[in-house]
């Protein structure tokens, strides 16, 4: 059971360029949604999803697109990367049924982002 | 607006003492609390959460935390600290209303037990 898989885990971009974080999810979670962390700001959401084909903006959407087309994936899209998007990202699903843990977040290891 | 604060950015405790990591929190209605614990280089995990009930609630590692509605506040707990659970812990809350499915998270405090 590989929960919540995240790629890359590095990527360095220069400013302007196009890239996508990819992100799957082997638990049948039907919610998915991104994060980034700052240092001193925790993690701020930046988009969800509740099931394939329904999406919605976060705390900071500006700059990032997502979309959903199947329950396994959600990958998140930077257009025209900023030096400002440099952050270590994070996806996360959750359970959204009646279970003991469909409140809870479950967490890929992460992608550090660069942008120079 | 929503919003969770952890006042500490560190919380210094020595090996076999208490330790407490505070989270105060503003958020409409009775909100879903939780904890989470980063290790160095690793995605979030879950450590415990508060629904509804006793305001004590148990999770893993032997970490409680203590919910308290008049305060707003969720702090995390634990009778002796090791060494192992130095690391960076996250409050998070999950309001009930029209933002039910946004989970809001505190600025995370770092964690030192020292030998």
């Known amino acids: 059971n590989a929960g919540v898989t995240q790629t890359p885990k590095f990527q360095v971009l220069k400013t302007g360029q196009s890239m996508t974080l990819q992100c799957a999810q082997d638990?049948?979670?039907?919610?998915m949604s991104w994060y980034r962390q700052d240092p001193g700001m925790g993690l701020r959401l930046i988009h969800y999803s509740v099931g394939a084909g329904i999406t919605d903006q976060g705390e900071v959407p500006n700059g990032y697109n997502v979309s959903r087309s199947t329950t396994e994936d959600f990958p998140l899209r930077l257009l025209s990367a900023a030096p400002s998007q440099t952050s270590v990202y994070f996806c996360?699903?959750?359970?959204?049924?009646?279970?003991?843990?469909?409140?809870?977040?479950?967490f890929g290891a992460g992608s550090r982002l660069t942008v120079l | 607006a929503q919003s969770v604060a952890q006042p500490e950015d560190q919380v210094n405790v020595a090996e076999g003492n208490p330790l407490t990591v505070k989270c105060t929190y503003s958020?409409?209605?009775?909100?879903?609390l939780f904890w989470y614990v980063q290790y160095p280089n690793r995605g979030l995990q879950f450590l415990l959460k508060y629904i509804t009930g006793d305001n004590l609630v148990k999770g893993s590692y032997g970490f409680e935390a203590e919910f308290n509605k008049s305060q707003t506040s969720f702090h995390l707990k634990k009778p002796s600290a090791l060494v192992s659970d130095s690391a960076l812990y996250f409050c998070a809350v999950r309001p009930r209303g029209s933002n039910f499915n946004k989970f809001y998270f505190g600025s995370g405090t770092k964690l030192n037990v020292k030998p």
């Open positions: 958020v409409s209605g009775n909100p879903y």
């Open positions: 638990m049948n979670h039907e919610y």
């Open positions: 996360a699903s959750r359970d959204t049924g009646f279970s003991s843990g469909a409140n809870v977040l479950t």
